[in-house]
């Protein structure tokens, strides 16, 4: 029987960050029964690491990371599988821009959170005025909060018009995540389907989200779910319409192809 491999959106899909219950308790015990019966389970995601050990630290430990729409890619122990990084030059250019716009901008550094004003936040991040005095290392991506749907498309495609040549936009509800050319939650899945083929063999791979951004990731997946509050074109071309992550992880477990 081949392994089974759930990779799994954050936002929306496992965690609910407006919600009074953030990380359902039922959530948390079905990944544990998931991967007690020997499958994997992971996350993949649009956040950087430090925008999720704080959250899940004690409750889920995910067998992999993709982060950063697949620029940072590391393993249960946070070692490197792949890292890239976009341009300083281009992600200075488009801090200068945006940031004097009022946009709420966020970079990933090494993995480490970036930020241009103090916020309320559980976890460890840095202050800074502008890429030049961000910490060393490879910024995986840059991120853009906007104020409505409307605007993070148009702001997506403006950037993707502009800089396509180094760096891809992603749409994510009223956030926008600009990770370097090439890069995609789907790419990340492909990219660990080939590196963990080794260890594993052939497997059947997962996959689950709930925003335009996981289109890669649902595209890219053998068996793909949604939930019936996705935009619908994810719906269309996910596998399977579910209503929890509880519900899909099920199914995975029930599934008999493999």
């Keep these: 029987m081949k392994k089974k491999v759930f990779a799994s959106d954050f936002d929306g899909t496992l965690y609910f960050y407006k919600a009074e219950v953030k990380l359902p308790p039922e959530n948390v015990e079905k990944i544990r029964e998931y991967q007690a019966a020997g499958h994997l389970f992971g996350l993949c995601t649009g956040r950087q690491v430090g925008g999720l050990t704080p959250f899940i630290t004690g409750f889920v430990e995910p067998d992999f990371f993709i982060t950063s729409s697949g620029a940072n890619i590391v393993d249960r122990n946070f070692q490197p599988i792949l890292k890239r990084g976009v341009d300083r030059a281009v992600a200075d250019a488009i801090v200068k821009e945006m940031l ?96 963990m083929r080794e260890h594993l063999g052939d497997f059947i791979l997962y996959g689950i989200g709930d925003s335009i951004n996981d289109l890669p990731l649902i595209d890219a997946s053998d068996v793909s779910y949604t939930f019936p509050y996705a935009p619908e074109e994810l719906q269309r071309r996910a596998t399977k319409v579910v209503d929890t992550i509880v519900d899909a992880l099920e199914d995975s477990m029930r599934d008999e192809t493999a």
């Design 100 to 195: 004097p716009r009022g946009y709420r901008l966020t970079l990933d550094v090494e993995g480490e959170i970036c930020v241009f004003a103090p916020m309320d936040y559980p976890g460890k991040y840095y202050v800074i005025t502008g890429v030049d005095d961000a910490p060393p290392g490879l910024i995986h991506q840059v991120s853009i909060h906007t104020e409505s749907l409307d605007e993070a498309a148009a702001v997506s495609a403006s950037i993707n018009e502009r800089y396509g040549e180094y760096v891809e936009a992603f749409q994510n509800v009223i956030e926008i995540d600009i990770a370097p050319r090439g890069c995609s939650k789907g790419k990340g899945v492909m990219f660990l389907r080939e590196y």
